[in-house]
């Protein structure tokens, strides 16, 4: 059995190598709603330092402009709505390419959230969160969670099945998505074949980040190494833990593994 630190030197090792990261739960400590969601305040510069050497995404179900906003780092390629949307640095100084196939939902996205927001207006702390494409109906703040979560379930299930997209879960809310086979795994492998990277580490906490570290397993038969990192919570599915390589402990532990990145590949350089 590798200890962390021998793993994560082994990965540091290699050149180029590739860092991508989940924000909420990863780099960010979750928040009651996602506007007071911050970055964790050792992250900022840690990432500024990372990308002289690393080619670094972040990789987020945020819209991009709200995620990068967070962030807040140039020189990073930011990748939003869960692979829809993408952009060579933060998206108010570079173009926001979003992915063609996704652009006939735009409007039966935003029909299907008019149409959640009517048909749920009487649930108490229920807030909608729009996206370019769909979006996500929070139930965080909702003073019976089950309850909500069950309402919203029952509103949506028939009209998302007659609009073309579909439903996912996260932490305390659904989203509305494209019923594409675009997801975190997908732009995680995009972002390896671009950069030719020859190591890649991704570090997620949430049902979603499960596709990013699934798509790390056929990349290691092509000789490039890989770390999947899940960040730990209170909440943390069983099944993402099961595909992780290494655990650390809430962003905390995030927020120190960045640093020994960081420390090892200042090191070498
Ligand atoms: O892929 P991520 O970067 O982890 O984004 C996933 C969703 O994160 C946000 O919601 C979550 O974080 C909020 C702030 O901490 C929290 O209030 C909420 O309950 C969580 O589900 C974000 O608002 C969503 O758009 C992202 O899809």
């Known amino acids: 059995m590798h200890t962390l630190e021998a793993q994560v030197q082994s990965l540091c090792k ?71 949307e993408w952009s060579d640095g933060l998206p108010t100084q570079h173009t926001v390419q979003v992915v063609s196939e996704a652009l006939p939902f735009v409007e039966p996205g935003n029909r299907l959230m008019e149409r959640a927001e009517s048909a749920l207006a009487d649930q108490p702390g229920i807030l909608f969160e729009r996206k370019r494409i769909g979006g996500a109906i929070h139930y965080r703040l909702s003073p019976d969670p089950e309850q909500a979560r069950e309402r919203i379930l029952s509103a949506l299930k028939d009209l998302v099945e007659e609009s073309g997209l579909r439903l996912s879960e996260g932490k305390r809310m659904f989203e509305i998505r494209p019923a594409l086979a675009i997801n975190k795994g997908k732009a995680l492998t995009w972002f390896v074949e671009r950069f030719a990277v020859q190591g890649a580490l991704f570090a997620g906490d949430d049902r979603t980040d499960i596709d990013a570290m699934l ?39 995030m927020a120190e593994l960045l640093r020994t990145i960081v420390e090892l590949l200042s090191r070498q350089a």
Do not use: C
């Open 215 to 253: 798509a790390l397993k056929p990349l290691r038969t092509q000789g490039i190494e890989t770390l999947a990192v899940a960040v730990q919570h209170h909440d943390t599915l069983p099944e993402l833990l099961e595909q992780a390589d290494i655990v650390v402990q809430e962003v905390d532990g």
């Open 14 to 84: 290699r050149s180029p190598l590739g860092l991508l990261f989940d924000i909420d739960g990863v780099l960010s400590p979750i928040a009651p709603t996602p506007a007071e969601a911050y970055l964790h305040p050792a992250v900022r510069p840690l990432l500024e330092e990372a990308r002289k050497w690393a080619h670094i995404a972040i990789v987020t179900g945020r819209a991009i402009e709200s995620g990068a906003a967070m962030v807040n780092v140039e020189g990073l390629t930011y990748i939003g709505a869960h692979g829809l």
